[in-house]
């Protein structure tokens, strides 16, 4: 029994002299493997960093657009107090006779200012779809309303890139 048993240990021990270094060359062809995988893995996680970082700015952007839209909406019957509005030019606000168009000017661009997006600069654009509305009734009143914001989104390797969300709504004052 013991004959037995060293003949099977011989055997494992001990291969042909074709196969001798068979299993050094596989694991170094499996670690080669290994190591171009984990190198993709990591250039993956910078990709998705990077996008993951484009969706919130644009999150963010869109969630203040919507804000002042909402606000616009509200103060509909003074819509036309937010025309040319922009954040990057204080003389741009609207008149202190519009207080609550001021308030939501103020606050929109104290939005904007301390967001993380880069350069944040919002816009409003407030046009009378029917320049005289008293001679045609058939338009409501109505008003087209555009609001953008535009920020410069930095991308891998430094570069800024111009960046834009816009809404555009029609109002009808009630």
Partial sequence: MMKNQRREIQKIRYR??????????????ASV?????LLA?????????????????????TTLNA???????????RALAYHNIDTGNAVTQPPSTEPMARGDYTQWQ????????SNARGL???TR????????PTTLNQ????VRINWNATVAGGIARSRTVMFAAVLAPE
Avoid: C, H, W, Y
Avoid at 16 to 29: D, N, S, V
Avoid at 110 to 117: D, G, N, R, W, Y
Avoid at 143 to 146: I, N, Q, R, S
């Fill in 16 to 29: 042909p002299a074709g196969q001798a270094g068979f299993t050094l060359i596989e694991g170094m062809i």
């Fill in 33 to 37: 493997i290994l190591a171009v995988g």
């Fill in 41 to 61: 893995l990591a250039g993956m996680q910078g990709v998705a960093l990077s996008k993951n970082m484009d969706a919130n700015e644009l999150a963010q952007a």
């Fill in 67 to 77: 804000a002042l839209m909402e606000r616009i909406k509200f103060n509909r019957g």
């Fill in 110 to 117: 104290t939005l904007l200012t301390t967001s993380k997006m």
């Fill in 124 to 126: 409003v654009s407030v």
């Fill in 129 to 136: 779809l029917d320049p005289n509305p008293t001679l045609n």
């Fill in 143 to 146: 008003f087209l309303v555009t």
